[in-house]
């Protein structure tokens, strides 16, 4: 271990980058501050009785889970009184959230996804906090929501948590990839996984097979490709994984290679693909390419695309980049 603490690599990272600000980093802070928190009530598991599903939906339409609406509002709490934002949406609510009044806004926009893959929680799987910061466009006025509608490739920082076996927080700023690893009796993340580098090669995918009959055609030429294994063209064995978890498995490509598809099927067509542009495809999106990753969605590079609403879907093939550029080739074809 490094001994290099989360906090004290954001501060080295801003004294490097001309551009980073005071704000951003204590902004950061704040961030790494609520996943602490959210990581604790995760891992209290159902001591605290807060594993079960509420009567409502929300605005995607799903049935929510009371720690998704605890940890939204532990997000919120944790970032809306510092004065370093100007905005903030999540998964969890329909409109932008508007800051109070009487708390300063900043000159970022922040969007996160709370708690990504809760229908994972009360079976003791992996679950993870997402999330995205941007500029606001019009520095710290209230912003409105077109401001929250820019390409990933705007993104100043990406990142996620996950609550695993151990509770990591990974990052980028545009600089590489870093994870850090949460001690829990010091309540300090670590330095343990620099430079986070995704093998260009892999012999693992993932993905939902339970809807491959809705599949595009290049979507089920790869996948069978792979599962005919030694024998087919591919001329070797693959593995396969789903966790369900997408922060998992975004985990799992940095570590040791692999690619994660949630491809366009013929039953989210009319919603555009499963997965959100804004809090979930473009923050990992951002992570997986500078790890030297790819990130499509079969036909166009995910952080080129310009966002129309807030909680707009889109299809999602990243990961090694051999293996992602394999699959969009099929689907030029
Ligand atoms: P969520 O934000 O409602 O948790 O949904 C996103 C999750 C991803 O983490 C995961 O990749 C996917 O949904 C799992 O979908 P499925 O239930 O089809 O396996
Ligand atoms: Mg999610």
């Known amino acids: ?188 993340f670590y330095l343990t996984h620099p430079n986070m580098q995704i093998p260009a090669d892999t012999h693992e995918f993932a993905v939902n097979t339970s809807n491959q009959r809705h599949w595009e055609a290049p979507v089920q030429r790869y996948v069978r490709e792979c599962l005919q294994g030694k024998e087919g063209l591919r001329g070797r064995d693959f593995n396969m994984r789903w966790v369900a978890s997408m922060v998992a498995e975004i985990h799992r490509i940095l570590v040791r290679g692999g690619v994660f598809m949630y491809p366009l099927d013929s039953k989210l067509k009319d919603q555009g693909g499963k997965l959100r542009l804004l809090y979930e495809a473009n923050p990992m999106s951002f992570i997986v390419e500078q790890a030297g990753g790819v990130s499509s969605t079969g036909y166009h590079r995910i952080l080129g695309l310009q966002p129309e609403a807030l909680h707009q879907r889109v299809p999602v093939i990243l990961g090694s980049k051999n293996e992602v550029e394999r699959i969009v080739s099929y689907h030029s074809e």
Request: hydrophobic share 40%.
């Open 1 to 188: 271990m490094s001994g290099l603490t989360l906090t004290q690599f954001i501060i080295e990272e801003q004294r490097q980058h001309a551009q980073a600000t005071e704000d951003f980093t204590l902004l950061l802070n704040d961030v790494v501050s609520a996943c602490k928190r959210i990581a604790n009530q995760v891992n209290k598991g159902a001591l605290l009785g807060t594993m079960g599903s509420l009567e409502s939906e929300n605005v995607q339409g799903e049935v929510q889970k009371q720690l998704d609406v605890i940890t939204n509002d532990v997000f919120i709490s944790s970032l809306e009184w510092s004065g370093r934002l100007a905005g903030m949406a999540s998964e969890e609510m329909e409109d932008p959230y508007a800051i109070p009044s009487h708390y300063p806004l900043g000159k970022h926009l922040i969007l996160f996804d709370p708690l990504d893959g809760s229908s994972n929680v009360n079976i003791n799987i992996s679950v993870g906090t997402i999330f995205s910061i941007l500029r606001a466009p019009a520095g710290a006025t209230r912003p409105a929501l077109q401001d929250f509608l820019q390409p990933g490739t705007q993104q100043v920082c990406a990142g996620y948590a996950l609550y695993g076996s151990s509770t990591m927080f990974v990052l980028t700023t545009g600089h590489g990839v870093n994870g850090f690893t949460l001690d829990r009796e010091i309540g300090e």
